[in-house]
Nanobody, 125 residues
Framework: QVQLVESGGGLVQAGGSLRLSCAASGRTFSANFYAMGWFRQAPGKEREFVSAISWNGGITNYAESVKGRFTISRDNAANTVYLQMNSLKPEDTAVYYC????????????????WGQGTQVTVSS
């Protein structure tokens, strides 16, 4: 099994920054086999793709709504993926989920095999 634990969420004012982390663990987890993604779910809305990164960091994908503001990165030695979020807006308020996929840096939710419990990000105006 693979466990994913997100951290770094919190309350921030509009225009501010947060850095989310996702630590992966588990007997069967190897960073070399998994692309990692971030999704988010705002109150009353469906979960949506935010960003993804390939196993070696060579490919990254972003939702249009976060391009130029968010940066995804990973440290395979630490089995950790990060999401640097700058210029935050109230519409970025959501629970942010980390996920692992063996199918590449996909934007498709159903192609992710493991999910974390989520971390709350609240952006005040």
């Amino acid at each position: 099994q693979v466990q994913l634990v997100e951290s770094g969420g919190g309350l921030v004012q509009a225009g501010g920054s947060l850095r989310l982390s996702c630590a992966a663990s588990g007997r069967t987890f190897s960073a070399n086999f998994y692309a990692m993604g971030w999704f988010r779910q705002a109150p009353g809305k469906e979960r949506e793709f935010v960003s993804a990164i390939s196993w070696n960091g060579g490919i990254t994908n972003y939702a249009e709504s976060v391009k130029g503001r968010f940066t995804i990165s990973r440290d395979n030695a630490a089995n950790t993926v990060y999401l640097q979020m700058n210029s935050l807006k109230p519409e970025d308020t959501a629970v942010y989920y980390c996920a692992a996929s063996r199918r590449g840096a996909t934007m498709r939710e159903f192609e992710y095999d493991y999910w974390g419990q989520g971390t709350q990000v609240t952006v005040s105006s």
